[in-house]
C-alpha cells in the first residue's frame, strides 16, 4: 500500500496575510489550505472578516492535531511581527 502525502501529513498549520490591514492571521487545519483559505474570504464574522484580501504565506504540515496547536500556539504567543516575517522569509531562502 502506497502512503499519499496528503495522508500522511493530516493538519497544517498556515499563516495568512492581508495587505490591506498590514496584519498576519495564523490557524491550522485538517483539510485542504485553499478550501480553509476559501471560509476566511467568504462572508462571515471574526478577524479574517475584515479584509477580503488574505493570501497564504507559509505553512507547515503535522502528523497530529497536537503538534499542529501547539506550534499554532508557540507562533502566536510571539506576538512579533518581525519574528513571523523571518519565519516566513526563511522558508523562501
Do not use: C, P
Amino acid at each position: 500500500m502506497k502512503w499519499s502525502f496528503q495522508f500522511y501529513y493530516m493538519y497544517k498549520l498556515y499563516i495568512l496575510h492581508s495587505a490591506l490591514l498590514n496584519r498576519y492571521y495564523i490557524g491550522y487545519t485538517s483539510g485542504e489550505i485553499l478550501n480553509r483559505l476559501e471560509k476566511h474570504l467568504s462572508n462571515h464574522t471574526g478577524f479574517t472578516s475584515k479584509a477580503k484580501d488574505w493570501r497564504i504565506v507559509y505553512f507547515e504540515l503535522f502528523q497530529t492535531k497536537e503538534e499542529a496547536m501547539k506550534r499554532e500556539r508557540e507562533i502566536k504567543a510571539w506576538k512579533s511581527k518581525i519574528k513571523i516575517e523571518n519565519l516566513i522569509g526563511s522558508a523562501t531562502e
